[in-house]
């Protein structure tokens, strides 16, 4: 009697997949993304192969999304009748669309939120840096400037690539290293006026502990952050050779 036997190998996947589904990351991103029509798989089931996807150390071209998960229990990861075939570029694109719609650092603020919600970690030292990713292409930026895309453009090379156009990706950290808030910006955005957008839209969308303080490099020592800042929240940072600043009493 001849059997047909496959085997797969599921590696770190299944500690991710059980993670999130123990955190109940579905339930909220349902919520704010709801599916349209019937026949589309929910936008949480393609998330979730985006992070399985991403934690899988592959990069390839969306339309190779698929060939990802044809080695690896699909159904046992995502759910009961999904296939390698379901997670096309098109159900991909979709979800990356409503994403694009609700807003991404909008989307993870509710993440973080949900979690933050079941677990107690603290929020007692607060991380805020940025870095930047430089990408290939001529990205022309042909987008009118009311809309609230980022701009691929040139900017300050952290990677000392000057040739490359690239974006900004900054982040919030706990003490932890577990991360709060985070936010896509134009290439050439000056982290000057980034980290203090992290830290009042972070002070804005998370309840934090009452004594906390903020950490971040010189780029936030400049004479307008400290106003904004005021006596109410607490910093340390130091003071870049090149920056003249007036401190206020």
Not at 40 to 55: D, F, T, Y
Not at 219 to 248: C, D, F, Q, R
């Amino acid at each position: 009697m001849e059997m047909d036997v496959q085997s797969y190998l599921i590696g770190h996947l299944g500690i991710v997949a059980g993670s999130f589904d123990a955190l109940n990351l579905a339930d909220v991103i349902d919520r704010v993304l709801p599916k349209r029509g019937s026949r589309n798989l929910p936008h949480s089931v393609i998330i979730k192969a985006m992070i399985l996807n991403g934690l899988g150390y592959t990069g390839q071209r969306l339309y190779l999304f698929p060939n990802f998960f044809k080695t690896i229990p699909t159904e046992k990861l995502l759910g009961k009748g999904i296939c390698p075939t379901d997670l096309n570029d098109d159900v991909v694109g979709r979800t990356l669309d409503a994403i694009y719609k609700y807003g991404a650092t909008e989307l993870f603020n509710e993440i973080s939120l949900h979690i933050m919600k079941q677990f107690s970690f603290g929020t007692q030292l607060l991380h805020a840096d940025t870095t930047n990713f430089g990408v290939y292409g001529k990205y022309e930026n042909d987008a009118p400037d009311s809309t609230d895309s980022i701009k691929i453009t040139f900017g300050h090379a952290k990677d000392g690539r000057m040739d490359l156009k690239r974006f900004v990706l900054g982040m919030v950290t706990n003490q932890f290293g577990l991360p709060l808030f985070t936010e896509a910006y134009s290439g050439n955005k000056s982290d000057k006026k980034s980290l203090m957008e992290m830290i009042q839209k972070t002070q804005q969308a998370i309840d934090l502990d009452d004594d906390n303080f903020w950490v971040a490099d010189s780029a936030l020592y400049t004479e307008e952050n400290i106003k904004l800042m005021g006596t109410e929240t607490k910093w340390i940072t130091h003071h870049a050779s090149s920056v003249k600043t007036t401190i206020p009493p």
